[in-house]
Structure formats: C-alpha cells, structure tokens
C-alpha cells in the first residue's frame, strides 16, 4: 500500500519505494546504463542529486531499482539533518493532518528538545580534545 498523496504529486514520485544498489565509480554507473539502455529495460532518469548520482528503471516486474554512486562524503551534519528528518516525518504521518508545515515544526522542536544535550556532549569532546595537547 503506498503512502496517501494528493492528486496533484505524480505518480512517479507517489511509487518511489525503490531498491538501491551502490557503485564505486562514475565508470561502473555508466556501464550499467549502457547495458540497461541496450535492454527492454532503459534508463527511465539520470539524475545528480547533492551527494549522489543515479539511474533508474523499473525490473521485469514493475518494481522500481535505482543504481547509485556517491559524489562526495555525506557530512555529519548532513547525517543528523536526514535523521532528524526522517523521525519527524514518521512523527507528522502518524498524526491526523500530515503535511509539510508540520513536518517543519516537528523538526524545528526536535532540535530545540536536543540542542542542549548536543552543546553538553560538544563542550565535552573540546574538553577532552584540549586535555590531550
């Protein structure tokens, strides 16, 4: 069952549950696009988006698959942003007016509810850091 969205969201991005597979290099992601290319089952879109690039299709059964490659190391920050994303997402669709508003507060309260915790723990590593020298 796919997650409910409205009329006007494509029906590309309302099927995006997809499986990734990741690739070392730029070389590796185009071989396999020449190979699907050269199927009955092409490349439906390239794309770059900040930290990866990938191809995708759909397999024999209709299931979409992605094929991926890293374009730069993903920052810690850029981790714990996608984190707290996704735990706000699941917090706003669990609720009974999901939508983008709030899922921007969620988030927002999530990070006030934690910043404190997080100056504490980067005070701490300086401590420890300038104990060492």
Request: glycine residues 4%.
């Amino acid at each position: 069952m796919y997650a409910r969205f409205g009329a006007d969201v494509p029906d590309f991005f309302v099927r995006s549950r997809h499986l990734a597979i990741h690739v070392d290099t730029e070389e590796d992601l185009l071989e396999y696009r020449r190979r699907l290319d050269a199927s009955e089952w092409p490349v439906e879109l390239q794309i770059q988006h900040e930290t990866i690039e990938s191809i995708y299709t759909h397999d024999p059964n209709g299931y979409m698959f992605e094929i991926t490659r890293a374009l730069r190391p993903v920052l810690p920050q850029e981790d714990l942003d996608a984190q707290l994303t996704i735990e706000a997402l699941l917090d706003v669709v669990a609720g009974p007016d999901p939508n983008m508003a709030a899922l921007i507060a969620r988030k927002a309260e999530l990070i006030v509810t934690r910043a404190e915790a997080w100056e504490a723990e980067r005070r701490e590593h300086a401590d420890r850091a300038g104990s060492v020298s």
